[in-house]
């Protein structure tokens, strides 16, 4: 079961960008009804204070932590404030990024997008999250970017993003999400499955028969590699879900991406 932690910057309780993430939550109930979708409230997080980091009196930050570290997949929706990624959000994502050489954000396919009622639709804040994101060696979703401007003109009188153009804006982000999350667990199957046959191959080799038929088998970091091959890794970086691929491209910045008619907007 594919499971997806939705993160808002906003604590707002009207906020736009939690209307956005309700609306990817509905869209993924509906697509993918054994997926399992949960938010994570970051406004109970405290600051960061490296002084509680490993006293155990962070339990809102264990319990973020335990859930991040559970998910296939995250979808991170940010408001701009000047700019940039409101500072509840950094600090969610500052916690998220420790313990040093463990953060939860490492490997996790991350996606995302921003929501305002500007005719930017926030997407000044997305190269600073994507920043934030690549340098916790989080695996972003390529995808156009999803900046949903005028967006309080697209909730209904529940409150909730029901209108055509923002819905189908989320659908393809959603349906990138879990292409990426598809890839991924493929490139994890495929590294798993050449670990073990290397191994074999070193239990093979290492067997008291036939000295002449060995073939030499190096390590590196500690792990059995076949001679004029380089280490099995899982992959790092982006990945680019709309064709199955992952690219060895930089990460794509939301503002180099081509912009959605109406929906989003770019820096131009
Ligand atoms: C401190 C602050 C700074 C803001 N800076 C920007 C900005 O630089 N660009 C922009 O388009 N909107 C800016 N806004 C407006 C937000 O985009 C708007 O409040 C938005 O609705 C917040 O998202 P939410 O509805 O999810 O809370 C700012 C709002 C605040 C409170």
Known sequence: MTKVVLISGSLRAASVNSAALRAARRIIGRTRPAASVVSLPIGRLPFYNGDMEGTGATPAVAAARALVAGADALMI??????????????????????PDGASPLTGRVAAVLSASPGGRGGIDAQPALFDLLDSCEAITVEHPPVAIRWAHQRLDAAGEMTEGEAVRALRELVD????????????????????????????EESAPVGEASRQPVREEAGRPVADGAGPVRAPRGPVRAAHGTVPPAAPQRAADAPSRASVTSSRS
């Open 176 to 203: 990138a999400t879990f292409e990426a999350v598809a890839i991924m667990e493929e490139q994890r199957r495929s590294v798993r499955e050449q670990e073990r046959e290397l191994h074999a191959r070193v239990r």
């Open 77 to 98: 929706s940010t408001p701009c404030y000047n700019g940039a990624v409101p500072g509840v959000l950094k600090n969610a994502l500052d916690w998220l990024s420790r």
